[in-house]
Structures are given as C-alpha cells and as structure tokens.
C-alpha cells in the first residue's frame, strides 16, 4: 500500500509540473497567469503567445496525464515490493492526482490550469474505445459555437455518460464523474461569461464566420 501511495504522490508532482510556466520562463520569464484569462493552460497559452507557445504546453499538459495514468503505476519503487492492494484503481487514482497537481501546482502558489489537456491524456490511455465520441462531440461543439470551454465540458460529460452506462461504479465511471466534476468546477468562470453572452471564442473554427455570419465579439 505504501508503494501506491508514494506512486500517487509522485504523480501530483509531476502535475504540478505546468507546461505553461516552465515554458515561460525560458521565454524570458512570461508568466501567462498574469495575461488573457490568466489561466495556465494550453488556451490560454495560444490566446495570449501564439500556436506554437500554445501546441508545445497542450503537449506538455497531455503528457503528464500519460505519464501519470500508464508508467507511474508500473514504476518499481526501491526497497518496497510492489502491492496491488489499488489494484485497477491505481492508474485512475495517479491520473486523478496529477489532474490535482496539475490544478494546484505545488511548485507554483497552487495557481495552474484547468486541467483538460491533462484529462485528455488520461482518459486517451485508460478509456479509449470512448474518446472518438469525445472527440466529435468536442469538434462539433467548437465548428458550431467556437467556445472551447463548453466544447471540453460536454465531451467529458459524453465520456461520463457512457463510462457509466457500461459499469457503474467501476474505476473508469467514478473517475469520469470526479473528471466531469473538476471541469465544471474550474470552468465555473466561462459558465458565467455564457449566461452573460460574452464568452470568449475562437471564431475562425466556427461554422456561421465561413458562411458570413458576423463575428462574436
């Protein structure tokens, strides 16, 4: 049990590693929280530094999520022998953790993202027959709306829906609830910007801009 619990701690750690900032920093000391949003993550990372700035973090921000669900699980912790007493609860549990990490930086003032980019990688390794459905229903919000934000809620509340109706109750559908939940929870500012219309948009992606439409502002 010891193992898994260090395995857990370990993978808050590498959460708390945010691609955002440790890339700003080599940028000149760019602290992204201080501009556009002030969120750490991808979005606001290509909002406010552009594509590249942008891709290398939603990069980044996956691959803890991988790292976290896949190898911190199997890594051999020295002078302790390895337990199952998690059994296949542990990958759920070190991506959850990282996902808390990932939200709470303990490396930087407990101020990070939101952690869908780290969600994504998870939920691409340990559910992955779901993540097409995800993907559509993320792709189509965004041509329709160009609201990132409502795009990555309802995919994940796609993945949770079906996690659910497959097994209820099993490690995929209670990690997907606590997904579905943090989402909400750090998305809680853009739900407020939508009821007062003025969320933002990424509106050359949407449909009604190639067509004509006017622009969102």
């Not at 606001?44 to 976290?68: E, L």
């Not at 853009?190 to 948009?201: A, F, K, V």
Request: charged fraction near 10%; charge should be positive.
């Amino acid at each position: 049990m010891i193992d898994a619990l260090i395995k857990i701690l370990l993978a808050y750690m590498l959460g708390s590693l945010m691609g955002g900032l440790l890339i700003g920093r080599l940028r000149g000391h760019v602290d992204i929280r201080q501009q556009g949003s002030g969120n750490a993550g991808a979005t606001n990372a290509w909002r406010t530094q552009g594509p590249v700035f942008g891709i290398a973090v939603f990069v980044i921000d996956i691959a803890k999520g991988v790292i976290a669900a896949l190898l911190l699980p199997e890594l051999p912790i020295p002078f302790l022998e390895s337990s199952s007493a998690l059994g296949s609860w542990l990958p759920y549990l070190c991506g959850l953790a990282a996902v808390v990490g990932h939200l709470y930086p303990v490396f930087f003032s407990f101020r990070g993202g939101k952690g869908a980019a780290t969600l994504i990688g998870i939920m691409f390794c340990l559910m992955t027959p779901l993540m097409p459905l995800a993907v559509l229903v993320w792709l189509g919000t965004l041509l329709i709306t160009g609201m990132v934000g409502l795009a990555t809620m309802l995919a994940i509340a796609a993945v949770a829906v079906l996690a659910n109706m497959h097994a209820f109750f099993s490690p995929a559908g209670v990690f997907s609830l606590l997904a579905l939940a943090l989402i909400l929870y750090t998305h809680r500012a853009n739900i407020q910007r939508m009821r007062e219309g003025n969320e933002n948009r990424f509106n050359k992606v949407r449909i009604t801009y190639w067509l004509g439409g006017k622009r969102s502002e």
